[in-house]
């Protein structure tokens, strides 16, 4: 079984009731954070999970939505009060997680870098199909259709499987990745008379999760506009499956 907290629904926006990107992933063996926007660690204590015990760190890109807790998260795994997290742990993400981490290195010091050699890291392929498998979760990553580098994962455990979609426009790699797939979590950034490059609609997201045969859909990565409109109609209109519009501590299981 995979448990999914959706920690974070929103974007860029600062707001209250829908934190920028992050969700949790836990198996009875494995608990995975899918990006680290600003605010996550605090939505992971409201959610009583414990930072130390994730286990990977699963990025989608670099924008400062998706990745401004990672600096923190690294800072904590030294400087927390209490008993330290001893096990290593992983950070995973396109090619171009090597630079992003050197950066972070320039920024904030010796600090940040887990003692005792506990950080694992690992670039996955920005321009073809990849793969990684941790622990018991195999992960499948292929490039998405917004910044380069950006991916798109497939995460399988047990003969179930979860899809994200990360920021991305209409993306056939994205189609073929969820073939399916037991849960397609996809963005949907804006409603459809306000389609934006780089990102997706409802009914777009709709017809990637009909043609990838996905078994339900849930909406998420939300700008303001999207709670001004009903986004599960109008991907609705393109997919006849289940459709979830999630919020900050949805928590689902495949
Ligand atoms: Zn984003
Ligand atoms: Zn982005």
Known sequence: MLKITILGSGTATPDLHRNASGL?????????????????????CEASIDPKSIDII????????HVSDVAPFLFASNYAYGPMRIDPFRLVGPRGLEQFFAALVLA???WIVPSNDRLIRHELDADGEDEISVSDIVIRSIPAAHTHPSLSYRLEHEGMSVTISGDTDVSENLVKLASDTDLFICECSL?????????????EAGTMARRANAKKLVLTHFYPPCDETDVVQEAAAE?????VR???????EV
Do not use: C, N, W
């Open 24 to 44: 949790i992933i836990q198996t009875g063996a494995t608990t995975m954070s899918v990006d680290m926007g600003p605010g996550i660690l605090r939505r992971m």
């Open 58 to 65: 699963l990025l989608t890109h670099f924008h400062a939505d």
């Open 108 to 110: 904030y010091g010796h």
């Open 191 to 203: 409603p459809g008379r306000l389609k934006t490059p780089g990102h997706l609609v409802p009914a």
């Open 239 to 243: 997919f006849t499956g289940e459709i």
């Open 246 to 252: 999630a919020h900050d501590h949805l928590v689902l």
